[in-house]
């Protein structure tokens, strides 16, 4: 892979490539992270210490927010760097190493979220039998398969993009090395690689959407037989932060991974990932705890102790 690749180093654009509007950018995403980190930290340490929340489904969460936390981690620092100076040098194993851990990560959410459906499903289809099903070593081979799924899906994303031949420009236009910037930099044809990307892709990515599906149908079919409209209703708003996530992250990611690299806009490829990779992660604490009663008691309990 090496042996083919004459660049050693890539530059990265940033968030904005306006100089009158790199001060307000640095301002809003440093906020952003701020937020993110607060809220993910807040929710694993509230979900540690309160033994009422130690179960699957808060377990999830608590997973769920440390690759959230990770996942803007891997982005948002490097990219402010590059904002402020107006661009950023990355090395080449930089960039690698930056690309594999986000697409661990990004995949690693996915599969998270596949889980907290089946979870779902399994607490409004089969509440007599849940606690039995979705024992604890049930929801930790769970987890641990989202993590090696998400790795070796990675490891493939990482060797079918820098196999290609970077040996011209080396300028990325986005805020960290994501595969159609990158593509459009090869100075080989990158369409069989693409190709590639989308059917495996479809297989992996979209099983895993398919089976989120399958369960929302088998929610919602449960939902409609409950006699109680209030019961209904108090089912579907547990339900209805976990969906709102899939939405926003499904949406935005496919608007970026689903068209071809040549029809890649740097402004919009931009935008889609600010929404995918840093707004989503920093607002699922908010989501989840909205109407989420135990999770609002356990975060009051953690920031006004005395009261307690």
Request: proline residues 4%.
């Amino acid at each position: 892979m090496f042996n083919h690749t004459r660049v050693t180093q890539f530059i990265l654009r940033g968030f904005s490539d306006i100089p009158e509007w790199r001060l307000v950018v640095i301002l809003f995403f440093s906020l952003v992270y701020a937020f993110a980190l607060l809220g993910n930290i807040s929710v694993i340490i509230a979900v540690v210490r309160d033994s009422r929340l130690h179960s699957p489904m808060y377990f999830f969460l608590k997973n769920l927010c440390f690759v959230d936390l990770s996942y803007t981690s891997v982005t948002i620092p490097k990219a402010l760097e590059t904002t402020l100076q107006g661009t950023g040098v990355i090395s080449y194993f930089e960039c690698v190493t930056q690309f594999y851990m986000f697409f661990t990560l990004a995949t690693t959410e996915c599969f998270l979220l596949t889980a907290m459906a089946y979870d779902w499903c399994m607490a409004i289809y089969r509440p007599l039998l849940y606690g039995a099903i979705m024992s604890q070593r049930l929801c930790c081979a769970l987890v641990v398969l989202a993590w090696v799924g998400g790795a070796l899906y990675a490891a493939f994303l990482a060797l079918n993009t820098f196999s290609l031949p970077f040996c011209g420009p080396n300028v990325v236009e986005h805020f960290f090395c994501d595969i159609p910037p990158l593509m459009r930099l090869s100075c080989a044809d990158f369409h069989s690689s693409e190709e590639m990307v989308f059917a495996v892709g479809s297989c992996v990515i979209m099983s895993s959407f398919a089976l989120k599906v399958l369960s929302y149908i088998c929610i919602i079919s449960t939902l409609l037989r409950m006699p109680s409209v209030d019961g209904r209703w108090k089912a579907f708003s547990t339900c209805s932060s976990h969906l709102t996530t899939v939405l926003l992250f499904y949406t935005s990611a496919s608007f970026t991974y689903l068209r071809s690299a040549s029809q890649y806009s740097p402004t919009q490829g931009r935008l889609a990932s600010i929404f995918y990779s840093i707004l989503t992660p920093s607002l699922n604490p908010v989501i989840y705890c909205l109407r989420n009663r135990d999770m609002k008691v356990a975060l009051h309990r953690l920031y006004c102790q005395r009261k307690f």
